[in-house]
């Protein structure tokens, strides 16, 4: 069983950064796509970025893409979300999940973390 946990979040102010990690356990970041999602209270879970296995290639929801940027590192067995221009919306729970294949669909991931609350307030 994959197992995945994410770390790095917690209370930052309007316009600040957080760099969140998501720690896999087995070396497979060469296989399984790795993508980040949040869900806010009273809302649905929501796909942020994904980075496939095999290539490294990534794919960005519209509403993050020019804040946030999704990287990793195979040695580590880890991938990293940074989070920049961190707005009040941005508060929710963060989570990283596995897929077979890169998506935002959060129906396409296999195994979850069990997330990290990110707070964006002054």
């Known amino acids: 069983q994959l197992q995945l946990v994410e770390s790095g979040g917690g209370l930052v102010q309007p316009g600040g950064s957080l760099n969140l990690s998501c720690v896999v356990s087995q070396r497979t970041l060469d296989y399984y796509s790795i993508g980040w999602f949040r869900q806010a209270p009273g809302k649905e879970r929501e796909g942020l970025s994904c980075i496939k296995g095999t290539d490294g290639s990534t794919e960005y929801a519209d509403s993050v893409k020019d804040r946030f940027t999704i990287s990793k590192n195979n040695a580590k067995n880890t991938v990293y979300l940074q989070l920049n221009s961190l707005r009040p919306d941005d508060t929710a729970v963060y989570y990283c999940?596995?897929?077979?294949?890169?998506?935002?669909?959060?129906?396409?991931?296999?195994?979850w973390g069990q997330g990290t609350q990110v707070t964006v307030s002054s």
């Open positions: 999940a596995a897929a077979h294949w890169k998506s935002l669909r959060p129906g396409d991931f296999v195994s």
